[in-house]
């Protein structure tokens, strides 16, 4: 049985997903620091460790070469005695290249376009790449991924307009990751 079997976990892991300006990173930081988690942004590794294909202009961003990003993940963090037995929190946009029993919760965060929009422009997103980032949201892009990536049960959809959209959720993170516990 692989270490990564979410059986052999003492602490739970988690996902926060959602389109680009959400607030995963925040999040994920935010219950890294209440439930004393370690907090893996993909993101940050995907730059550190050069996980790239290619280069998109248009789009102004990597491509990302999801082999080798696979293989750092499991080996530093999903594999590694230090991390084997849960207690992770990863952030990223996409949900459907990590396997499916890394994770015991998913978070999909949703927000209302405007506020996408503000987030967005503050970061100085282009209008094709700001545009394209709304549209997903409208669509629902990235819940539907979660949605199709793990089972039903542990994916949970929560809007994260404002700070206190972003304290209940911690409450109910917090919450959760208690009766987890419980459980086992």
Same mark, same amino acid.
């Given at each position: 049985?692989?270490?990564?079997?979410?059986?052999?976990?003492?602490?739970?892991?988690?996902?926060?997903?959602?389109?680009?300006?959400?607030?995963?990173?925040?999040?994920?930081?935010? !219950?890294?620091?209440?439930?004393?988690?370690?907090?893996?942004?993909?993101?940050? !590794?995907?730059?550190?460790?050069?996980?790239?294909?290619?280069?998109?202009?248009?789009?102004?961003?990597?491509?990302?070469?999801?082999?080798?990003?696979?293989?750092?993940?499991?080996?530093?963090?999903?594999?590694?005695?230090?991390?084997?037995?849960?207690?992770?929190?990863?952030?990223?946009?996409?949900?459907?290249?990590?396997?499916?029993?890394?994770?015991?919760?998913?978070?999909?965060?949703?927000?209302?376009?405007?506020?996408?929009?503000?987030?967005?422009?503050?970061?100085?997103?282009?209008?094709?790449?700001?545009?394209?980032? !709304?549209?997903?949201?409208?669509?629902?892009?990235?819940?539907?991924?979660?949605?199709?990536?793990?089972?039903?049960?542990?994916?949970?959809?929560?809007?994260?307009?404002?700070?206190?959209?972003?304290?209940?959720?911690?409450?109910?993170?917090?919450?959760?990751?208690?009766?987890?516990?419980?459980?086992?």
């Amino acid at each position: 049985m692989p270490k990564t079997d979410p059986s052999n976990r003492k602490r739970p892991n988690i996902l926060i997903t959602g389109t680009p300006g959400t607030g995963k990173t925040y999040t994920a930081t935010s !219950i890294a620091d209440q439930c004393s988690f370690h907090h893996v942004d993909i993101s940050s !590794i995907i730059e550190a460790s050069k996980c790239h294909l290619e280069y998109d202009a248009t789009l102004e961003t990597h491509v990302l070469d999801e082999d080798a990003l696979l293989d750092i993940l499991e080996e530093q963090y999903f594999d590694s005695n230090e991390y084997f037995e849960g207690g992770l929190v990863a952030d990223y946009h996409s949900s459907s290249l990590f396997p499916e029993r890394w994770f015991d919760l998913v978070i999909v965060l949703k927000c209302s376009t405007e506020v996408l929009f503000d987030r967005l422009t503050k970061r100085g997103y282009n209008d094709k790449k700001r545009s394209e980032n !709304i549209q997903a949201e409208i669509i629902r892009v990235v819940a539907d991924e979660a949605l199709e990536s793990y089972e039903k049960e542990i994916v949970v959809e929560i809007d994260n307009n404002s700070i206190e959209d972003a304290d209940s959720l911690l409450d109910r993170v917090n919450q959760w990751h208690q009766a987890w516990l419980n459980d086992r």
